[in-house]
Antibody, heavy 122, light 107 residues
Framework: EVQLVESGGGLVQPGGSLRLSCAASGFIFSDHYMDWVRQAPGEGLEWVGRSKHRRENYATEYAASVKGRFIVSRDDSRYSLYLQMNGLRTEDTAVYYC?????????????WGQGTTVIVSS | DIQMTQSPSTLSASVGDRVTITCRASQSISGWMAWYQQKPGKAPKLLIYKASSLESGVPSRFSGSGSGTEFTLTISSLQPDDFATYYCQHYYIYPLTFGGGTKVEIK
C-alpha cells in the first residue's frame, strides 16, 4: 500500500524559508513521479511542482507562482521527497500535499498524503 | 497555461439524484483528465483518470466522459457519502492545472 506522510510545516515570517518533507513507502520510490500540491484556506487546489523519476533524471517542473523560490528534490535512499521554500510570501500560506503518480502514461496524482500546514505571517 | 473551467461551482441535490459536473479546458487536452473528490479537512482522492477510467475501489456510480476540451463527471445515484467538493485536473502539459471545484451540497 502506498503511503505518504508530510512533515515540516509551521509558522514562518514573510521572506523566510522552510523545508517540507514527504516520507514515502509501499513502492519503489525512484520509479515514480512525485508532486507537491497546495491548497490555500478556503480555496481550491494548486499544483506546485514535480519531480520526475530516475529514468528521466529526476527532472523537475514548477508552477510559475513558485519558480525561482521553491525547489523540489528527492533522496531515493531515504524514500523522501522535499520542498525547499525560500522567499516565502503571505500568499504561500496553505496546506501542502505530497502526491504519488502510478506511472505512464497517466501522470496524474493517484495517492495523496494527509498534508502539512504552512502559515506565512509576521 | 491551460485554464480549466468547472461548472457549476455549487450544486444542491438529493440522495438518489443523477448529478453531472462539467469541466471545460481552454485548449485540447486529448483525454488527459483526472477527477478528484475532497471532503472537508481531508486530502483529495482520485476518482477518474484518463477521462473515463475508474480508479480501483471507486464505486461504479461514478463515471467520466469526454475528450478534447469538454469533460463530464457523472454520479448516477447520489449517496450520502458523495457530498463533497469535486475537482478536475489536466495533465497534458505543464503547468498542471485544476478546475475551481464543484461543491455538491444536500438539497
Amino acid at each position: 500500500e502506498v503511503q505518504l506522510v508530510e512533515s515540516g510545516g509551521g509558522l514562518v515570517q514573510p521572506g523566510g524559508s522552510l523545508r517540507l518533507s514527504c516520507a514515502a513507502s509501499g513502492f519503489i520510490f525512484s520509479d515514480h513521479y512525485m508532486d507537491w500540491v497546495r491548497q490555500a484556506p478556503g480555496e481550491g487546489l494548486e499544483w506546485v511542482g514535480r519531480s520526475k523519476h530516475r529514468r528521466e533524471n529526476y527532472a523537475t517542473e514548477y508552477a510559475a507562482s513558485v519558480k525561482g523560490r521553491f525547489i523540489v528534490s528527492r533522496d531515493d535512499s531515504r524514500y523522501s521527497l522535499y520542498l525547499q521554500m525560500n522567499g516565502l510570501r503571505t500568499e504561500d500560506t496553505a496546506v501542502y500535499y505530497c502526491t504519488w503518480s502510478r506511472g505512464g502514461p497517466n501522470y496524474n496524482m493517484d495517492v495523496w498524503g494527509q498534508g502539512t500546514t504552512v502559515i506565512v505571517s509576521s | 497555461d491551460i485554464q480549466m473551467t468547472q461548472s457549476p461551482s455549487t450544486l444542491s441535490a438529493s440522495v438518489g439524484d443523477r448529478v453531472t459536473i462539467t469541466c471545460r479546458a481552454s485548449q485540447s487536452i486529448s483525454g488527459w483528465m483526472a477527477w478528484y473528490q475532497q471532503k472537508p479537512g481531508k486530502a483529495p482522492k482520485l476518482l477518474i483518470y484518463k477521462a473515463s477510467s475508474l480508479e480501483s475501489g471507486v464505486p461504479s456510480r461514478f463515471s467520466g466522459s469526454g475528450s478534447g476540451t469538454e469533460f463530464t463527471l457523472t454520479i448516477s445515484s447520489l449517496q450520502p457519502d458523495d457530498f463533497a467538493t469535486y475537482y478536475c485536473q489536466h495533465y497534458y502539459i505543464y503547468p498542471l492545472t485544476f478546475g475551481g471545484g464543484t461543491k455538491v451540497e444536500i438539497k
